[in-house]
């Protein structure tokens, strides 16, 4: 019988939950099953909706790759991935999942309106059926490739490789897209998420700097556009901080 | 959409107590579950949490975790004699903590705060760490390979419980260091912030203005230059009317 964990997703809107769970869920898994899989050196996380009786979810899955620069869906055919072939890639992230969660599955709630569906519904394609090929099913969302640490970094003293995560996601169904809070309400506090908010307040505590910066190179500006000369271009390039001698 | 940064280090949460559950459900318990099943004799896991200065700012928090032997471990005892005392080593704890997070957890001058500074006693980094530290967390081993935890932290600094308002992204003044929580956000009158907001979105325009700016005139040529920066030009002084008029209005909504 196959056992489920429940853990918590949290996030202010979709996209910090897709943070939180490409960075603590489809990361961790990522890592652990390239360990136990060491041919693999990359892992695709995708996901689709599944029709149910009458239900739909929002569901992952991953799929481990020998070839790093492989690309969607040919990770998921067998013709392209000698790994899946042979039940490789999922028996490492079956493994994986059980060794970090301590079960076979983790539920993210992923019923609509629930966290993962949240999350990453909209990067999915159209609903299908549970038996429908995983390759046209699933639309991939990152590729995490392993990628070798800074020599000498505290990364590199305690693990044999760190991973480089390239988005794949696109948004295939629009209609799950949360609409935007901001078009509703005028209070910052309830369309920014409380970390955008304090970020974006405070990326604005230096503005009068910035002013002053941005006047001189707005002076300078013009002041090529009047003259193309290379001693105006050398001053404008100066004033944006650009060190390199002029060619 | 696409200002995802998918290498994010962070980790979010609406309120303190979601970022905690976040932290022990997504970090310390799975690193104890692998610790468990390399390290027979280990039998707990603890979370402690801190907040001293270090380095940087005066408010930050920091979390270590700390292997034992025995199932219900002493602190400060523990700090002393974990089953992995040398914490800059590579050892089997650290490797754990590698494959889960990447490297370790968290953003000590600013994430942790919001989430564990309610929890912790301002104290120094002179201090020992059984002193320094506290336990919040304990994992403990059930069978070969799993966990189970319990939260032993509590309230202790209200005023940094559900408090963004700290750290390197406290919202007023630049000064880094502060022995308290800010103003809470949600009791800033909405002029105010709606002012602050639009500052920030202001230096946020000027600054991609003057990146793109920056990309284009390390290309350009003397003979289509005035043309190439035309568009820019008038962005840039559109964006600075924009960012004095910001400015102004912060002025005017915190004069008395």
């Known amino acids: 019988m196959t056992s489920v964990v429940s853990l918590p997703l949290y996030g202010f809107d979709p996209d910090e939950l897709a943070i939180n769970a490409i960075q603590w869920f489809a990361k961790s898994v990522a890592r652990r099953a390239l360990q136990l899989e060491p041919a693999a050196n990359a892992v695709f996380f995708a996901v689709a909706r599944i029709a149910r009786n009458d239900a739909v979810r929002c569901e992952y899955a991953f799929v481990l790759s020998e070839d790093a620069n492989t690309t969607w869906p040919f990770a998921s055919s067998p013709k392209h991935n000698a790994m899946l072939d042979d039940g490789r890639s999922q028996r490492a992230v079956a493994r994986a999942i059980r060794d970090l969660y301590g079960a076979d599955t983790v539920d993210l709630g992923h019923g609509e309106g629930q966290p993962f569906y949240r999350a990453f519904a909209r990067f999915s394609r159209d609903p299908r059926t549970p038996d429908a090929p995983m390759a046209s099913a699933f639309a991939p969302v990152v590729v995490l490739s392993k990628a070798v640490f800074e020599p000498g970094s505290w990364e590199a003293r305690n693990a044999d490789f760190g991973l480089r995560a390239t988005r794949l996601a696109t948004v295939h169904s629009p209609e799950c897209e949360e609409p935007a809070r901001r078009a509703t309400t005028d209070d910052p506090r309830d369309y920014l998420s409380p970390l955008e908010l304090v970020d974006t307040i405070q990326r604005g505590s230096e503005l009068r700097y910035s002013i002053q910066r941005a006047t001189t190179v707005r002076e300078r500006l013009d002041r090529y556009r009047a003259d193309p000369s290379d001693a105006n271009l050398q001053a404008l390039r100066e004033s944006l901080g650009i060190r390199e001698a002029a060619e | ?256």
């Open chain 2, 1 to 256: 959409m696409n200002e995802i940064n998918w290498d994010s280090q962070r980790w979010f949460g609406r309120t303190s107590k979601e970022m905690r559950e976040h932290c022990l459900r997504w970090y310390v318990e799975p690193t104890a579950r692998l610790l468990f099943a390399s390290v027979p004799e280990a039998q707990s896991l603890v979370l402690a949490v801190g907040q001293f200065w270090s380095d940087e700012a005066h408010d930050a928090v920091h979390l270590a975790l700390y292997a034992s032997d025995e199932p219900d471990p002493s602190w400060p005892e523990l700090a002393e004699n974990s089953l992995f005392p040398e914490r800059w080593e590579r050892n089997k704890l650290s490797e754990c903590t590698s494959t889960v997070s990447g490297s370790s957890f968290g953003d000590s001058n600013y994430g942790n705060i919001v989430a564990f500074a309610s929890q912790c006693f301002m104290s120094s980094q002179d201090e020992p760490e059984g002193d320094a530290y506290q336990p919040w967390a304990v994992a403990r081993r059930k069978g070969a390979n799993d966990c189970t935890s319990k939260v032993v932290g509590e309230l202790l600094q209200p005023s940094f419980e559900d408090n963004f308002n700290v750290g390197f992204s406290r919202i007023e003044g630049s000064d880094d260091y502060y022995d308290s929580a800010g103003e809470r956000v949600e009791e800033i009158p909405l002029g105010r912030i709606k002012a602050l907001v639009e500052r920030g979105e202001a230096a946020e325009v000027l600054r991609v203005i003057e990146d793109e700016l920056r990309e284009t005139v390390r290309a350009i040529s003397t003979d289509d230059g005035p043309r190439a920066l035309e568009n820019l030009a008038a962005r840039l002084a559109a964006a600075l009317q924009d960012a004095t008029r910001a400015d102004n209005a912060v002025t005017e909504e915190e004069s008395p």
